[in-house]
């Protein structure tokens, strides 16, 4: 099942701080996040796993609701690299396998 | 650590011909995946490798696909009789057991494009 992120795009001045939703209707194990930049590869940013543990990005948080099977990305004083499609990869066992969602496209202007 | 590589990067092709991609993973990682992501969609996943075994394959891959990773290195996605549906990108990505779950890294991507 493809979990349902929000919102779909969202547009920013530079500074301007934004969260990014992820949402799945089965239990999780893991939520892995990754930017991507139009015709460039997804750039690993967080992962977030059941019972606390986080790994990624020193400038960027996220949190895991396990409860509600939902994670946040978020993105403070936002800065002009930030632009491009932000997507989340749901694990729902321990299988190292991901389901993506739609993505969410983040654009920040000047 | 130079990188998940693909090649080619771009390919068109006419409806009905075959076509092979490769995915050079980041030397040492055992597991390799293999994704296809169409325009306004996240990556869809395909098939991933543990060193040559191929553990799992989504029924997206349909008999006209096929992947190898012989020798547990290198990886070939092969697509037999193209249609234009198989128009995507195809996204590899490699990661390495560490801890719990995996953090996978993904190559460039080979865009196909079937006329």
């Known amino acids: 099942q493809q979990p349902v992120q929000s919102p779909q795009a969202v547009i920013l001045r530079e500074g301007e701080d934004a969260v990014i939703n992820c949402s799945s209707s089965k239990a999780l194990y893991s939520v892995h996040w990754y930017r991507q930049k139009h015709g460039e590869a997804p750039v690993f940013l967080m992962i977030l796993l059941k019972g606390g543990e986080q790994k990624g990005h020193d400038k960027i948080s996220a949190s895991f609701n396990e409860k509600k099977q939902q994670s946040s990305l978020y993105l403070t004083a936002s800065q002009l690299s930030y632009s491009g499609t932000y997507f989340c990869g749901t694990e729902t066992g321990s299988n190292y396998k991901l389901t993506f969602g739609k993505g969410t496209l983040l654009t920040v202007n000047p | 650590d130079t990188g998940v590589s693909q090649n080619p990067r771009h390919k068109i092709t006419k409806r009905g011909q075959n076509v092979t991609f490769r995915c050079d993973p980041i030397?040492?990682?055992?597991?390799l995946y293999w994704y296809r992501q169409t325009l306004g969609q996240g990556p869809e996943f395909l098939t991933y490798?543990?060193?040559?075994?191929?553990?799992?394959k989504s029924r997206l891959l349909s008999d006209r696909f096929s992947a190898e990773r012989p020798k547990g290195s290198f990886s070939t996605l092969e697509i037999q009789r193209t249609e234009q549906g198989d128009s995507a990108m195809y996204l590899c990505?490699?990661?390495?057991?560490?801890?719990?779950?995996?953090?996978?890294?993904f190559g460039p991507g080979t865009r196909l494009t079937v006329l």
């Open positions: 490798f543990q060193n040559e075994a191929q553990l799992e």
């Open positions: 990505a490699s990661s390495s057991t560490s801890g719990r779950t995996d953090t996978q890294y």
């Open positions: 030397s040492e990682h055992n597991r």
